[in-house]
């Protein structure tokens, strides 16, 4: 079951970069066991119920030195960060690839065609603690490499991601059942966490001290749904803009399709009342300038695979509907209705939020947010977790001119905000909390700052 390797890079590998500046904390080597030697306990790794694994010894775990050692898949995390994000670098230790056991074939790294592969890093300089998270949309398990994974491993924190046991765009197709294939997401993080949990104890020789959670959209709602399901597991976690599946209105099920009837006569003439209709879908009326982007790229794809996930008989035989079809077309997903069908919201309810939250969790959400708007998903959510009497376990930041991916600041830099500081300002804030009872800021919404803020680096909550 075990494959050995071992890479060894060049120091000059490691020369790319600088350490992010956003929060100040103790430094790796004040929080890290003594001194070890490198990759110190690889030969112990069994990582449990795995079916496939192999360690790999790096003299750089992140992405400066994986992305020449053929470690990770830049294409999996493109998009996901603004331009000129700095990341650490230099960050010896083990990384671990393999996957569970499962009958589905979608995810093709390292030519395995095989679902449920996860990586994990493991540095030298160990703080005691791990983050999990689950990949989002329909990326696999290097999609946190550049955004989570590099920043993390510098301060000391051993990482995990999965694949969530499906991905791509036929990820629909796994399960018996509508909504199985995003029920398994939440088995397979449960599944990694536990896993995890094991190998770093069999490397270092004792538990982590906290096992924490970190994910972004279909990841974020990872993380809502452990800490309300599975939360014994882990002291806490961040959630950035996560997807709110439940059965009840609003979700994306009931705002996509007002969007793609709406959205061609409003690019083709202006037409007021086509906006206006988007706009009470949910949509901010001052994100229409990426618009056009999310309807090419997001919103009809999104709608046909997820609508295929939890209701794939209402287009009969066809799998993932008609792309861009215009409202009135038989079976085109702009004209679907939500509402009528009870299917759907019997699959929509085997992975349902409720808010229950039983940890600590940070919550960030762009307001100009175009695929998961945030008048439909955290707006909706917060008060959720009020119901539920969770309020003093939550704190919710609206990042005012975030949009769901830092990439757009590229094109959009006068008018957004990325978001990335300001979710690694919040795992901060977490740690401080869970670890040092140092209560974070109240909920709030941040104003965009002041122009000579380096705003892609840093961040301030509240």
Request: charged share 25%; aromatic share 10%; with cysteine.
């Amino acid at each position: 079951m075990v494959g050995m390797t071992r890479i060894t890079l060049t120091a000059a590998t490691l020369l790319l970069g600088a350490l992010l500046t956003v929060p100040a904390s103790p430094t790796v080597a004040s929080q890290a066991v003594p001194e070890r030697p490198h990759c110190a306990g690889e030969n112990r790794i069994d990582v449990p119920r795995a079916e496939m694994q192999e360690t790999s010894c790096l003299d750089d775990l992140t992405t400066a030195g994986t992305t020449v050692s053929g470690h990770t898949d830049p294409a999996d995390w493109g998009g996901l960060h603004a331009p000129g994000t700095r990341n650490p670098t230099g960050v010896p230790g083990i990384q671990v690839d393999g996957y569970f056991p499962d009958t589905s074939t979608s995810n093709t790294h390292h030519g395995w065609t095989h679902d449920s592969q996860f990586v994990i890093r493991v540095p030298d300089e160990w703080n005691g603690k791990l983050v999990v998270s689950g990949a989002p949309g329909t990326r696999t398990q290097f999609a946190g490499d550049f955004i989570f994974s590099d920043w993390l491993l510098a301060r000391g924190y051993a990482y995990a991601m999965t694949d969530k046991g499906n991905s791509g765009s036929s990820f629909y197709a796994d399960g018996e059942e509508p909504g199985d294939a995003v029920a398994e997401w939440n088995h397979r993080v449960t599944q990694l966490t536990r896993a995890t949990q094991d190998v770093v104890e069999q490397v270092y020789g004792r538990e982590a001290r906290r096992t924490y959670l970190f994910g972004i959209s279909n990841g974020g709602y990872l993380v809502r749904w452990q800490l309300e399901n599975r939360a014994a597991l882990y002291d806490g976690g961040v959630d950035w803009e996560g997807t709110l599946y439940r059965s009840a209105p609003p979700n994306l099920l009931t705002y996509l399709p007002d969007a793609l009837t709406h959205y061609p006569s409003y690019a083709a003439t202006g037409d007021q009342d086509a906006f206006d209709a988007i706009v009470a879908a949910g949509f901010h009326p001052g994100s229409e300038f990426t618009w056009d982007y999310h309807y090419g790229v997001y919103w009809d794809l999104t709608q046909r695979l997820y609508r295929e996930e939890f209701d794939p008989a209402w287009d009969g035989e066809l799998k993932a509907g008609i792309p861009f079809c215009q409202s009135g077309t038989p079976t085109c997903d702009a004209d679907y209705e939500y509402g009528e069908r009870r299917v759907a919201q019997r699959a929509m309810e085997k992975v349902a939020l409720t808010g229950d939250v039983k940890k600590p969790m940070l919550t960030l959400h762009g307001t100009l947010d175009a695929l998961l708007p945030i008048r439909t998903d955290s707006d909706v959510y917060r008060p959720m977790i009020e119901r539920q009497g969770r309020a003093d376990l939550h704190r919710y930041y609206r990042i005012r001119g975030g949009t769901h991916v830092d990439g757009l600041y590229a094109e959009y830099g006068d008018r957004v905000r990325p978001l990335l500081p300001c979710a690694r300002r919040a795992f901060v804030r977490l740690t401080d909390w869970v670890e040092d009872d140092r209560r974070p800021p109240a909920s709030t919404t941040l104003a965009r700052p002041a122009d000579d803020v380096d705003q892609v680096n840093r961040c301030r909550l509240g």
